[in-house]
């Protein structure tokens, strides 16, 4: 049995992912701001012709909208080759405890993705700790992220991370302070 709730979080979640308003996402599927309200609220369905267009606007397949299928698990390999990769990355972080499953996905990150992640942590756009970060980055990540500790005199935190650091990280961070 189809969950109007559900899906009508799906499209709101969706939409909001592509940064669009209602009226920009009635525009697009030629349907008036109050239907996509109706949607988003469970108290209709798009039409089988306006789901069509939702999963070609928002790359999903049309089960990730209609079935009982959701991308909560944390099987990340999963649904990176199954959904969007930018709809399970948002998936993670609004998750209930992305610093706890960082592990699970990071590493299937590619570099890119990687590198906007750590930006977006250090400017605190997003809810991951770097302590929970830490021990996944790379060599060259973990340098990076040093780096910007160092050059904006976040003293405490590297303090904390030290037990965690490379003899060389250790060395980098020591010296930057003399």
Same mark, same amino acid.
């Given at each position: 049995?189809?969950?109007? +709730?559900?899906?009508?979080?799906?499209?709101?979640?969706?939409? +909001?992912? +592509?940064?669009?308003?209602? @009226?920009?996402?009635?525009?697009?599927?030629?349907?008036?701001r109050q239907a996509v309200s109706k949607w988003e609220?469970? +108290?209709?369905?798009?039409?089988? /012709?306006?789901?069509?267009? %939702? &999963?070609?606007?928002? *790359?999903?397949?049309?089960? $990730?909208?209609?079935?009982?299928?959701?991308?909560?698990?944390?099987?990340?390999? #999963?649904?990176?080759?199954? $959904?969007?990769r930018p709809s399970v990355i948002y998936h993670?972080? *609004?998750? !209930? #405890?992305? *610093?706890? @499953?960082?592990?699970?996905?990071?590493?299937?990150? &590619?570099?890119? /993705?990687? !590198?906007?992640?750590?930006?977006?942590?250090?400017? !605190?756009?997003?809810?991951?700790?770097?302590?929970?970060?830490?021990?996944?980055? @790379?060599?060259?990540?973990?340098?990076?992220?040093?780096?910007? %500790?160092?050059? #904006?005199?976040?003293?405490?935190?590297?303090?904390?991370?030290?037990?965690?650091?490379? @003899? /060389?990280?250790?060395?980098?961070?020591?010296? #930057?302070? *003399?």
């Open positions: 049995m189809l969950d109007l +709730k559900i899906i009508g979080q799906r499209i709101t979640d969706l939409r +909001k992912q +592509k940064a669009m308003s209602q @009226n920009e996402l009635a525009d697009a599927l030629f349907v008036t609220i469970g +108290k209709g369905m798009p039409s089988i /012709e306006i789901l069509l267009a %939702l &999963t070609k606007l928002f *790359n999903v397949p049309i089960d $990730y909208l209609l079935d009982h299928t959701d991308m909560a698990s944390n099987a990340y390999e #999963h649904m990176l080759v199954t $959904y969007p993670f972080l *609004n998750s !209930k #405890h992305p *610093n706890r @499953n960082i592990q699970d996905i990071f590493y299937l990150l &590619t570099t890119a /993705e990687r !590198k906007q992640l750590i930006d977006q942590m250090l400017c !605190k756009q997003i809810p991951i700790d770097i302590m929970a970060l830490w021990p996944y980055a @790379n060599v060259v990540e973990r340098k990076y992220l040093l780096g910007y %500790l160092l050059a #904006h005199e976040e003293s405490d935190i590297v303090l904390s991370l030290r037990p965690f650091m490379t @003899n /060389e990280e250790r060395i980098l961070s020591s010296t #930057h302070g *003399n």
